[in-house]
């Protein structure tokens, strides 16, 4: 994997909407051969961040680089090496599957169309729903297909929003397996949205948040997960419930039952001298699980704040 370059580099980009700051001052850069998550809460300034970045909006200020060149005046060379894939965004829908793939493929110079579509319907589990109309597909399928339009031009750049949204556990899977081969194969470049944490855990290199507008963190996800000083230690309690919970009062410690099992969020440093508490209070507990923090954590602490 090269990570020499940069494929994407966004510069001071600035969006109004009239009095309304949408996108404040974003800067960032995608690295050859890199997945970068890109998250944030919802009306954070992803959409329209994404919106810019495909030249659907022009930017109220700021610029966008792909590939060393500025998108404003390399429009249609830019386009024709990116892609984008949206579970928000449809497909006609009295069009076939295969139909919707090969319409999508004429927006492109692709060599051997016939062959490529064959291809992509192959890849997304596609080819026995390719004369199925697109009305009639699950919302899982549908979201299938959109991600196969993504990958229809064999894009340098890939920008994914909610990539697996509406799909079967197995499928997701499937799926993400693919995005990581298909990326280590061919040297591509993802920006990747997405409301599964464990999922950005376990496709991105690095994670964007933003929020209001402003980027307030950049890093890969184990090291925003250790900003999160929290952890859930999980207890079968087997004689003193209520002792239990009397001692997290007093201590200040959050907490919520869930029948015999009573789970707290308490800082790591902080559980031995707990558990010690709980020993000589005569507490007995049958299963006791830790839980770390994790990007989820980061995730609803920067919401919340």
Not at 64 to 77: M, N, R, V
Not at 177 to 188: C, P
Request: overall charge neutral.
């Amino acid at each position: 994997m090269n990570l020499m370059s940069n494929v994407l580099e966004v510069h001071n980009l600035v969006k109004d909407f009239g009095s309304f700051r949408a996108v404040d001052d974003v800067s960032f850069s995608v690295p050859q051969g890199s997945i970068v998550g890109f998250l944030g809460p919802n009306g954070a300034g992803k959409t329209t961040t994404i919106q810019m970045l495909l030249d659907l909006l022009i930017p109220t200020s700021g610029r966008i680089f792909y590939f060393g060149k500025d998108l404003k005046t390399h429009h249609e060379e830019i386009l024709e090496k990116i892609n984008f894939s949206s579970t928000y965004v449809s497909m006609p829908w009295r069009t076939s599957v295969k139909e919707s793939l090969i319409y999508t493929s004429y927006f492109y110079n692709i060599k051997d169309r016939r062959k490529r579509v064959e291809d992509i319907l192959k890849a997304f589990r596609l080819t026995k729903m390719q004369n199925k109309e697109v009305a009639q597909l699950s919302e899982g399928q549908r979201t299938r297909l959109i991600l196969a339009k993504g990958f229809i031009n064999e894009p340098q750049v890939l920008l994914l929003d909610e990539p697996t949204a509406s799909m079967d556990p197995e499928t997701a899977q499937y799926i993400r397996t693919f995005i990581k081969d298909y990326q280590q194969d061919h040297d591509l470049s993802i920006l990747f949205t997405s409301h599964n944490m464990s999922e950005i855990e376990d496709v991105c290199d690095d994670v964007i948040f933003i929020n209001q507008g402003k980027i307030i963190a950049h890093d890969t996800p184990s090291s925003l997960a250790k900003r999160i000083k929290i952890s859930h230690v999980s207890l079968q309690i087997k004689d003193g419930l209520k002792r239990v919970t009397s001692m997290c009062e007093k201590s200040a410690i959050p907490f919520k039952l869930e029948g015999r099992f009573i789970v707290i969020d308490i800082e790591e440093k902080r559980i031995p001298d707990f558990l010690k508490q709980l020993l000589e209070n005569g507490i007995e507990y049958n299963e006791i699980s830790i839980d770390k923090p994790n990007l989820q954590d980061f995730f609803l602490s920067m919401t919340k704040q």
